[in-house]
């Protein structure tokens, strides 16, 4: 059964510090999304990974995917209040069409 | 920008219901998706159709059935709702990744729905 894991669950941090947000992933990809989920709102698109080595960066997320390690990271640089939220990744299943399975999320809270 | 509009923001209704979750996008996608999203299970895709009159059940398609007579629109039906379909339920669309490989999926704000 194919799992998407995300470490941690809930992370609660201070502003300025540094953290990352793992995906661990249990089948062969090489297309991985990462989104971003407000309270009460709908899921946004921050990054898409579509090879091992693929790096993303914007603003204070940086995105990066290991095919080989089945990793990727979510990493968060110097944290502001405005990234708290819950992250996702998605990891496609499919070659033809889309198939995304979700993990079960990380919720970010910033704290001043 | 892509648009991905349900019809209701919240709704109730009544176990035994025939319940109707309309999803329209403004793109031209070819894709588009059910998903019901709960509390600790993320999002668990429902049905998905890549094409009019096409549809292909995901995890968790069972009391569910989809509707896609047109391009832009996509219905969720709940055939007989019951307490346990209680839940957040989002659609999604996507460009084919027969143009381009990695197309992300632009979703729709949700609809709440609340089964008595």
């Known amino acids: 059964e194919l799992k998407v894991e995300q470490n941690p669950l809930f992370l609660s941090m201070q502003e300025g510090k540094n953290y990352t947000i793992y995906c661990n992933y249990s089948?062969?990809?090489?297309?991985l999304y990462w989104y971003r989920q407000d309270p009460g709102k709908s899921l946004e698109s921050l990054f898409v990974?579509?090879?091992?080595?693929a790096v993303k960066q914007e603003g204070r997320l940086m995105a990066s995917l290991d095919t080989k390690a089945r990793l990727s990271t979510l990493h968060i640089t110097a944290a502001v209040h405005d990234l708290s939220a819950t992250y996702f990744c998605?990891?496609?299943?499919?070659?033809?069409?889309?198939?995304?399975?979700f993990g079960p999320g990380t919720r970010l809270s910033v704290l001043p | 920008d892509v648009k991905v509009t349900q019809s209701s923001r919240y709704l109730v209704k009544r176990t035994g219901e025939k319940v109707f979750l309309e999803c329209v996008q403004d793109?031209?996608?070819?894709?588009m998706f059910w998903y019901r999203q709960d509390p600790g299970l993320g999002l668990r895709l429902i049905y998905f159709?890549?094409?009019?009159?096409?549809?292909e059940k995901g995890d968790i398609p069972e009391g569910y059935s989809v509707s896609r007579e047109k391009k832009e629109r996509f219905s969720l039906i709940l055939e007989s709702a019951s307490t346990n379909q209680t839940s957040m339920y989002l659609c999604?669309?996507?460009?084919?990744?027969?143009?381009?490989?990695?197309?992300?999926?632009?979703f729709g704000d949700g609809t709440r729905l609340s089964i008595l």
């Open positions: 089948t062969t990809s090489d297309r």
């Open positions: 998605a990891v496609d299943i499919r070659n033809y069409g889309q198939n995304f399975v």
């Open positions: 793109m031209d996608h070819e894709n």
């Open positions: 159709s890549y094409d009019v009159k096409m549809k």
């Open positions: 999604a669309s996507s460009l084919s990744q027969a143009y381009k490989v990695g197309q992300p999926q632009h």
């Open positions: 990974l579509l090879s091992n080595g």
